[in-house]
Nanobody
């Protein structure tokens, strides 16, 4: 089993930056890839970013150039650096491991003036 805990959410103004963290515990040796997803009110959960232990990463088009995903293997943690935030980035952000096999409980990000 793997447990995932997200942190770092909060309320920020448009144009500002925020860093989210997701720390894994448990059977971490079984984890090769992790993702960030988000779910806005009234909308379906959507993919945001993906990363593997080998360093491969991918992003949904709407965050390319603004968000950066990274992984610290020593800390069993992935990060999502979000810059130039927009009100439409408001959502609960979730991390998952191994293509949705494990999920965290999410952290709220609100972008508002």
């Amino acid at each position: 089993q793997v447990q995932l805990v997200e942190s770092g959410g909060g309320s920020v103004q448009p144009g500002k930056s925020l860093i989210l963290s997701c720390t894994a515990s448990g059977d971490i040796a079984s984890i090769y890839s992790m993702d960030w997803y988000r779910q806005a009110p009234g909308k379906q959960r959507e993919f945001v970013a993906h990363i593997t232990r080998g360093g491969t990463s991918d992003y949904t088009d709407i965050v390319k150039g603004r968000f950066t995903i990274s992984m610290d293997n020593a800390k069993n943690t992935i990060y999502l650096y979000m810059s130039s935030l927009k009100p439409e980035d408001t959502a609960v952000y979730y991390c998952d491991a191994e293509n949705g096999k494990y999920w965290g409980r999410g952290t709220q990000v609100t972008v508002s003036s």
